[in-house]
């Protein structure tokens, strides 16, 4: 009895030991899932204990301004994401309404019906990912550039006191083309936009990948889509679609790990009717 008493007394001692440990162990959890190593759905019971410490993941999701032309459904893609995930926040913003620092609030930004984007706008996209935002992209989102009184007003005030700054503003505006300057950091350059395409399947190349995880290949109802070329040394392509009837392929998913993470969809997610592969990549792209 002595002999288990002792180890009884042990094993105590070890105890405040242990809850170091797995203390360390929790921390480390947390921070691993929180720079996005590791997924919390990976590690099982997790995301409920992270989400209920990190609090609610926030979501952008910037569509264009009554009447643009782009394709995409703001509202459908926030109904679908909202559906399963209790722990997002998912804020409505129209083009018009974006800021840098308005940005900067979001752990997510998602590009849906935008098409028409202003070089000011284009320049707040591109501050926000240099920053390490993360952007989920959908079609034709900032794929044409217009130029509205605003940003003619504010070309000329700069040109006060910054002499030649508004002949940049103007020579540059003219040669953003497709993604423009958003293109350097998107890695895609913009072709066409498809219209009720069918004959379209949807089919993995990287099978492992996270955001295709449990998605069979499968044939799509005519649809709209974006054809976009690649820099292949810039991304990776996650899926492609497969055009039947000629056996021609389009990029369909690619991912481009740039300060934060960027994926590109040309089909946007709300019109693909695939519900575990929109959950798949917003649990990519955010962990709650």
């Not at 040109?159 to 540059?172: I, Q």
Request: hydrophobic residues 40%; charged residues 20%; proline residues 4%.
């Amino acid at each position: 009895m002595r002999g288990v008493g002792k180890t009884l007394d042990e094993l105590a001692k070890e105890i405040p030991h242990l809850l170091v440990v797995a203390a360390l162990l929790i921390i480390l959890l947390f921070v691993v899932t929180k720079f996005k190593w590791v997924h919390c759905s990976q590690v099982p019971q997790w995301c409920n204990v992270y989400c209920e410490l990190n609090g609610k993941s926030q979501v952008a999701v910037i569509s264009g301004n009554p009447g643009d032309p782009g394709i995409g459904d703001a509202a459908g893609f926030r109904l679908q994401a909202l559906n399963d995930r209790q722990f997002t926040y998912i804020a409505p913003f129209q083009a018009s309404q974006i800021t840098a620092g308005l940005l900067e609030d979001y752990e997510l930004v998602v590009l849906t019906h935008w098409k028409q984007v202003t070089l000011k706008q284009a320049i707040a996209l591109r501050d926000y990912l240099n920053k390490g935002g993360s952007i989920l992209w959908e079609g034709d989102a900032a794929s044409e550039y217009v130029t509205t009184p605003e940003d003619e007003s504010y070309a000329l005030a700069e040109n006060v006191s910054k002499p030649g700054f508004y002949e940049e503003y103007k020579k540059l505006l003219n040669k953003t083309q497709g993604f423009g300057l958003l293109g350097d950091v998107l890695g895609v350059k913009y072709v066409k936009t498809h219209s009720r395409t069918g004959g379209l399947k949807y089919q993995s190349v990287k099978d492992n990948h996270l955001m295709v995880s449990g998605v069979h290949n499968f044939q799509l109802q005519p649809i709209v889509f974006t054809e976009v070329t690649e820099n292949p040394a810039a991304l990776t392509k996650i899926a492609e679609l497969n055009e039947t009837s000629t056996g021609k392929l389009y990029p369909a998913l690619l991912e481009r790990k740039y300060v934060g993470r960027i994926v590109y969809t040309a089909v946007p997610l709300e019109f693909i009717g695939s519900k575990t592969l929109t959950t798949n990549v917003l649990d990519y792209l955010v962990s709650c």
